[in-house]
């Protein structure tokens, strides 16, 4: 299995339902000039989830990042926080199912040059 690679600003982040999460970053750590994701993404707005909302039937579409459970390095940070990576998991505050909501579905980093260890 191969390193995973670090997110970046151009990395795409989605939910289980093709949403889009605005995953930007001020980091002072660049690859190629974009600034890569910290651990902070947790909060994050989804953007263009495809579930409609139904008050008959509890469904919320994916609005924000609920938690991040894996894709974070221990090994690589910046300021003391963890950078994000292509293992990137978590959960969306979509409904269903119960809470803790959907999974995030995808984490591509979009670049090759910067890898690193989940380690812990």
Do not use: W, Y
């Amino acid at each position: 299995m191969s390193t995973p690679a670090v997110l970046t600003s151009n990395s795409n982040v989605t939910c289980a339902h093709s949403g889009t999460v605005a995953a930007d970053s001020s980091s002072r750590l660049t690859v190629a000039g974009v600034p890569v994701l910290l651990a902070s993404v947790a909060g994050k707005t989804i953007n263009g989830c495809t579930v409609v909302d139904n008050p008959n039937t509890s469904t919320v579409h994916c609005a924000k990042v609920s938690s991040v459970t894996a894709g974070e390095t221990s090994k690589l940070t910046v300021g003391g926080t963890s950078v994000l990576l292509d293992v990137l998991a978590g959960f969306s505050s979509g409904q269903p199912p119960p809470p803790p909501g959907p999974p995030l579905a995808a984490a591509v980093a979009n670049q090759t040059r910067l890898r690193a260890a989940v380690g812990g």
